[in-house]
């Protein structure tokens, strides 16, 4: 079964109902499914107008838009395959991943990608055609044509081809963290046994009902399986080109479902915390005992016990005083709100529990179709990365390894059989990277990645991402890297979050300068070397950041410091920056 194939059923029964929604002219607007079903088609006949038929690769290079889900489908309805780029790799990346893939044609959406996808289209290659999502990008006539054009004269009725389970539906480049970026195949199946086992496994109800925003990369195998899954089960799913508008966008689609990374929580909890710190006697001790009030009902639904009514009446009062006012800045009506990507510590998901606000942790990878576990509504584990979704299998292995099978799992990495043959066990299991244990009641809690585990001169094991995930839940710190292998002691990069520290220097009557000065002042120094002993309290010796730099910006998507889900690339960053490193043991 080709798993676009609910379009047809969904527009039977949604007809006239939103099935997508986008911004145009500072307005959101919606597109009906009859109206979503039409511009597939249209688009689908067009393709196969230039020649494109089953397997015929197609790629997109875009940030998330209405025209990104609707040529994705279209490809797919046409049994050819889609080839996703994050819309923030550069020119020569792009070209990398158009070659391998032996890609067609590509979507373009804004100006800097259809110039380098122009200059790749005049090197000799696959690349046929560049489709161009939006009429104000500047096109030169040399096989270019605005995606409207492309479709105006096409046919809106179309049979969508017939797949089995096992063909190829996308090939997804990992943006990876080492290493040159490989080609994960999924099936349709992966896609459509995925959809099947989030619905055993949730039980939604009334799911046509949901409204979620994407706002991660639809790139990304997370997103676009979410996407993908909402559409597949009627919900609508409005789409944020801009994510720098993300604040705006809840307060203006008001979603009931949006998956996230870790980041984005860890922004909220430290905002809200910090914000609380600087207030009043009384407002501290009103939201203490709203966030008490907050966790001891969360608790007792957690393990499915009765709520006593006098707790119910206690929260409504937090909520009215508390939590509202946080819950209206994310729109208000956030309900189910999956994350993965990255570990989440347990005081970020108890937090927003507290909040009534529920955070579903996950875990998965590119070349599982995203979840391999999730928190279920009850019984989940804080801390852990939750229990297994459909036919997944899990186990531990070899330097305790996490490993899989399942209908989720890849079909191996495109034109690469020997790189395919290293994440296998001779007996089918695919081999994670990930360190991790499982607890008797199938609780799934990840230790890290077995590439990142540190050892440190004296012969100490230090793990990254638990320090890291401690650190950066404070409202002053964006990011932290660890730095410990083969060194006497921990040591950490550290971006510092700048909004918050611009509003701290002023308090202290510090000029502003440039943030290279800034972050050399022996003053803000001080102030981090005193957070990181309160934040590092609770660690073990040799765990704690002895010494750290301040960074003056951000590490880029762009220089290939972070990739696009914001996992730092530990290789490029302590390459990039290892005279700053060497100087923090010189001494």
Request: charged residues 25%; aromatic residues 12%; hydrophobic residues 40%.
């Given at each position: 079964?080709?798993?676009?194939?609910f379009?047809?059923?969904?527009t039977?029964?949604f007809?006239s109902?939103?099935?997508?929604?986008?911004?145009?002219?500072d307005k959101w607007?919606?597109?009906?499914w009859?109206d979503?079903r039409?511009?597939v088609?249209?688009?689908?006949n067009?393709?196969?107008?230039?020649?494109?038929?089953?397997?015929?690769k197609?790629?997109?290079y875009?940030?998330?838009?209405?025209?990104?889900?609707?040529f994705d489908?279209?490809?797919?309805?046409?049994?050819a395959?889609?080839v996703?780029?994050?819309?923030?790799?550069?020119g020569?990346?792009?070209e990398?991943?158009?070659?391998?893939?032996?890609?067609k044609i590509?979507l373009?959406?804004?100006?800097e990608?259809y110039?380098?996808?122009f200059e790749?289209?005049?090197k000799?290659?696959?690349?046929q055609q560049?489709?161009?999502?939006?009429?104000s990008?500047?096109?030169?006539?040399?096989?270019?044509?605005?995606?409207?054009d492309?479709i105006?004269?096409?046919a809106?009725?179309f049979?969508?081809?017939?797949?089995?389970?096992?063909?190829?539906?996308?090939?997804?480049?990992?943006?990876g963290?080492?290493?040159?970026?490989?080609?994960?195949?999924l099936?349709?199946?992966?896609f459509?046994?995925?959809f099947?086992?989030?619905?055993?496994?949730?039980?939604?109800k009334n799911?046509?009902?949901?409204?979620?925003l994407?706002?991660?990369?639809?790139?990304?195998?997370f997103?676009?399986?979410?996407?993908?899954?909402c559409?597949?089960?009627?919900?609508?799913?409005?789409?944020l080109?801009?994510t720098?508008l993300?604040?705006?966008?809840?307060?203006?689609v008001?979603?009931?479902?949006?998956?996230?990374v870790?980041?984005?929580?860890?922004?909220?909890?430290?905002?809200?915390?910090?914000?609380?710190?600087?207030?009043?006697?009384?407002?501290?001790?009103?939201?203490?005992?709203?966030?008490?009030?907050?966790?001891?009902?969360?608790?007792?639904?957690r393990?499915?016990r009765?709520?006593?009514?006098?707790?119910?009446?206690?929260?409504?009062?937090?909520?009215l005083?508390?939590f509202?006012?946080?819950?209206?800045k994310?729109?208000?009506?956030?309900?189910?709100?999956?994350?993965?990507?990255?570990?989440?510590?347990?005081?970020?998901?108890?937090?927003?529990?507290?909040?009534?606000?529920?955070?579903?942790?996950?875990y998965g990878?590119?070349?599982?179709?995203?979840?391999?576990?999730?928190f279920?509504f009850?019984?989940?584990?804080?801390?852990s990365?939750g229990?297994?979704?459909?036919?997944?299998?899990?186990?531990?292995?070899?330097?305790?390894?996490?490993?899989?099978?399942?209908?989720?799992?890849?079909?191996?990495?495109?034109?690469?059989?020997?790189?395919t043959?290293k994440v296998?066990?001779?007996?089918?299991?695919?081999?994670t990277g990930?360190?991790g244990?499982i607890?008797?009641k199938?609780?799934?809690?990840?230790?890290?990645?077995?590439?990142d585990?540190?050892?440190?001169?004296?012969g100490?094991?230090?793990?990254p991402?638990p320090?890291?995930?401690?650190?950066s839940?404070?409202?002053y710190?964006?990011?932290?890297?660890?730095?410990?292998?083969?060194?006497?002691?921990?040591?950490?990069?550290?971006?510092?979050?700048?909004?918050?520290?611009?509003?701290?220097?002023?308090?202290?009557?510090?000029?502003?300068?440039?943030w290279?000065?800034?972050?050399?002042s022996?003053?803000?120094?001080?102030?981090?070397r005193?957070k990181?002993?309160?934040?590092?309290k609770?660690?073990?010796?040799?765990e704690?950041?002895?010494?750290?730099?301040?960074?003056?910006s951000?590490?880029e998507i762009?220089t290939?410091?972070?990739t696009?889900?914001l996992k730092?690339?530990?290789?490029?960053v302590?390459n990039k920056?290892?005279?700053l490193?060497?100087?923090?043991?010189?001494?």
């Amino acid at each position: 079964m080709n798993l676009v194939e609910f379009l047809n059923p969904n527009t039977e029964k949604f007809n006239s109902k939103p099935a997508i929604g986008f911004k145009k002219a500072d307005k959101w607007k919606d597109l009906s499914w009859r109206d979503f079903r039409r511009m597939v088609f249209k688009t689908a006949n067009a393709l196969k107008s230039l020649g494109i038929s089953a397997d015929d690769k197609v790629a997109i290079y875009s940030d998330n838009s209405a025209e990104w889900i609707v040529f994705d489908l279209a490809i797919l309805a046409l049994g050819a395959v889609t080839v996703p780029i994050y819309s923030t790799n550069n020119g020569e990346q792009a070209e990398y991943i158009l070659k391998d893939s032996g890609s067609k044609i590509i979507l373009v959406g804004n100006q800097e990608q259809y110039d380098a996808a122009f200059e790749i289209l005049n090197k000799e290659g696959s690349l046929q055609q560049i489709i161009v999502a939006k009429k104000s990008i500047w096109i030169k006539k040399d096989r270019s044509i605005y995606l409207e054009d492309f479709i105006k004269k096409e046919a809106e009725t179309f049979d969508i081809i017939s797949k089995e389970a096992d063909d190829l539906a996308t090939i997804i480049y990992t943006s990876g963290t080492t290493g040159v970026p490989k080609g994960v195949m999924l099936s349709h199946g992966n896609f459509t046994e995925c959809f099947q086992a989030h619905f055993d496994f949730f039980k939604f109800k009334n799911f046509e009902n949901e409204v979620s925003l994407a706002f991660l990369p639809l790139t990304h195998v997370f997103e676009r399986s979410w996407t993908l899954l909402c559409l597949y089960g009627g919900a609508k799913v409005c789409f944020l080109e801009n994510t720098k508008l993300i604040a705006h966008a809840l307060t203006e689609v008001k979603p009931t479902m949006m998956c996230a990374v870790p980041r984005f929580y860890q922004k909220i909890y430290a905002g809200v915390n910090e914000m609380v710190a600087s207030g009043s006697d009384t407002k501290k001790k009103i939201f203490n005992w709203a966030i008490k009030t907050g966790s001891e009902l969360a608790e007792l639904k957690r393990v499915e016990r009765k709520v006593p009514l006098s707790l119910q009446f206690k929260n409504n009062i937090a909520n009215l005083l508390v939590f509202n006012k946080i819950k209206n800045k994310m729109g208000g009506r956030l309900w189910f709100m999956p994350c993965g990507g990255a570990s989440v510590s347990p005081e970020v998901t108890q937090f927003f529990d507290a909040l009534g606000a529920h955070v579903t942790v996950g875990y998965g990878l590119t070349e599982t179709t995203a979840t391999l576990t999730a928190f279920p509504f009850t019984q989940y584990q804080h801390g852990s990365a939750g229990i297994s979704l459909g036919d997944t299998q899990l186990k531990i292995g070899e330097n305790n390894e996490i490993l899989a099978k399942g209908s989720g799992i890849m079909k191996g990495y495109y034109q690469q059989p020997e790189e395919t043959a290293k994440v296998f066990t001779e007996d089918g299991w695919f081999k994670t990277g990930d360190a991790g244990l499982i607890d008797e009641k199938g609780n799934l809690t990840i230790t890290d990645r077995i590439k990142d585990l540190m050892k440190t001169s004296n012969g100490k094991y230090v793990t990254p991402q638990p320090i890291e995930n401690l650190l950066s839940n404070d409202n002053y710190i964006t990011q932290a890297m660890v730095v410990a292998e083969g060194k006497p002691y921990v040591t950490a990069l550290i971006i510092p979050n700048f909004d918050a520290l611009k509003d701290w220097i002023e308090k202290m009557d510090i000029p502003f300068t440039n943030w290279q000065e800034i972050v050399n002042s022996e003053t803000v120094k001080e102030f981090y070397r005193l957070k990181l002993d309160e934040i590092q309290k609770g660690l073990s010796g040799f765990e704690k950041v002895k010494k750290f730099v301040l960074m003056p910006s951000e590490f880029e998507i762009g220089t290939g410091e972070i990739t696009p889900t914001l996992k730092v690339k530990r290789n490029v960053v302590l390459n990039k920056y290892s005279a700053l490193i060497d100087n923090m043991y010189a001494s």
